[in-house]
């Protein structure tokens, strides 16, 4: 958990519990799984035991809903950032149930749940059409396959907001059939969607981003540029998280780094080099992309 999160899309990060099963290729170099490992918890896996909270805890989220409150300002809180809200096992039923009354007694957060087990949602919420109006509501797409599997469960709940986590982008992805093409360009979410009774079957934000750590496999430049480039021509929110541990480059130094040579569209071959998260920076075509889902205030 934590307020002032470091994680460039939300305030905060709160977790009902920690520990999860991988289920896909997004989960090959998990970094939560590594994270655990490293203060000594063995907690990843079907057959492993999940860690739990202190009520101290879960009255954290209070404490910032009032702060947030006092400044009449949002804020997101992504939940959760060490397990996955929708993995199915009955010892966290009674941690959900905890969980939604929380989401309802904080209107001034912005709850971010995002899952890679979408088909999981609708048995576990006590929601059908009214969802509260500060719930995100996403899922990871890692590549076609997934966006494919993934989006037509998430796109069938009420949710005011509903995103992807491109992140680790491992191929090109296609979302065309989710976007609004030219509907919400210059207008609040809240006008174009009502909270309580959303009927479309759109996604509104976009988060892209390459694998960090040094077994990461790079994403390719045109990957992040055509989800941009998609998100422009339909008015979606696009927000870069990172190049990760591989980044492009315009000229190598063969001596000092190991490099990949990929190949692009436009026929001119891309150089990576393992810089790190953090030399790899954020930048794509030299800025920053930081939009997010235009959203009524409470």
């Given amino acids: 958990m934590g307020k002032n999160s470091s994680i460039e899309w939300t305030h905060h990060t709160f977790n009902p519990w920690w520990g999860c099963e991988k289920v896909s290729q997004a989960c090959k170099f998990c970094y939560a799984e590594a994270w655990a490992k490293r203060v000594g918890e063995d907690i990843w896996g079907r057959r492993a035991p999940r860690r739990f909270f ?69 048995g576990m919420v006590p929601w059908k059409m009214n969802w509260p109006s500060n719930i995100w509501l996403g899922t990871t797409v890692e590549n076609q396959r997934y966006a494919d599997e993934r989006i037509p469960h998430l796109v069938s709940h009420a949710a ?26 210059s207008r609040k979410l809240a006008d174009v969607y009502p ?76 150089v990576m080099e393992p810089l790190g998260k953090k030399a790899a920076g954020r930048l794509l075509d030299g800025r920053t992309w930081d939009q997010f889902p235009i959203r009524a205030a409470a």
């Fill in 54 to 122: 202190s009520e101290k805890h879960w009255q954290e989220p209070l404490k910032w809903n009032a702060s947030a409150a006092k400044d009449k300002e949002r804020r997101r809180v992504f939940c959760a950032s060490m397990a996955d809200v929708f993995e199915k096992r009955a010892d966290l039923d009674a941690w959900r149930t905890k969980l939604w009354p929380v989401i309802e007694e904080t209107p001034w957060l912005d709850w971010l749940l995002l899952t890679k087990r979408p088909e999981n949602i609708g």
């Fill in 160 to 185: 005011a907001c509903r995103f992807l986590s491109c992140e680790p982008l491992l191929g090109a992805l296609d979302l065309a059939k989710w976007f609004p093409i030219g509907r919400i360009r």
């Fill in 195 to 270: 909270f309580a009774a959303r009927k479309d079957n759109f996604v509104d934000w976009i988060i892209a981003g390459g694998e960090s750590g040094s077994s990461a496999r790079p994403m390719h430049p045109d990957w992040a540029r055509n989800l941009r480039d998609q998100c422009a021509k339909s008015g979606v929110a696009f927000h870069f998280k990172q190049w990760g541990h591989w980044s492009p480059i315009e000229h190598g130094n063969e001596a000092t780094r190991r490099q990949l040579i990929l190949e692009s569209a436009t026929g001119k071959p891309v």
